[in-house]
């Protein structure tokens, strides 16, 4: 199995920046994309970006594009969320997610995502 482990998160102000890691540890040598997804109290889990583990192919959904930004460490397998100009809008429970099993996927599709972490509270204040 794959933990995985979120930090970073916290209390920041509208237009402020922060950034969340997510380390890995345990069968990391199948990885092929880590990613980041968010939750608002009322609503749906949704995608905000991936990486691929090998090509690192950066994916973003469409309200953050520009805003954030994310990396990969792959000899720590570590992955990192940089995120400026937070709105409170981006106020969420983020979670960090992992694709291990070979499979044909989508990126944005949390059904193909096979472990994921505990998640980190972010709260965008105004």
């Known amino acids: 199995q794959v933990q995985l482990v979120e930090s970073g998160g916290g209390l920041v102000q509208t237009g402020g920046s922060r950034r969340l890691s997510c380390a890995a540890s345990?069968?990391?040598?199948?990885?092929?994309?880590m990613g980041w997804f968010r939750q608002a109290p009322g609503k749906e889990r949704e995608f905000v970006a991936a990486i691929g583990w090998s090509s690192s192919i950066t994916y973003y959904a469409d309200s953050v594009k520009g805003r954030f930004t994310i990396s990969s460490y792959n000899a720590k397998n570590t992955v990192h969320l940089q995120m400026n100009s937070l709105k409170p809008e981006d106020t969420a429970v983020y979670y960090c997610?992992?694709?291990?099993?070979?499979?044909?996927?989508?990126?944005?599709?949390?059904?193909?995502?096979?472990?994921w972490g505990q998640g980190t509270q972010v709260t965008v204040s105004s």
């Open positions: 997610a992992a694709v291990i099993r070979p499979k044909i996927y989508h990126h944005s599709d949390y059904v193909a995502y096979d472990s």
């Open positions: 345990g069968r990391t040598f199948s990885l092929d994309a």
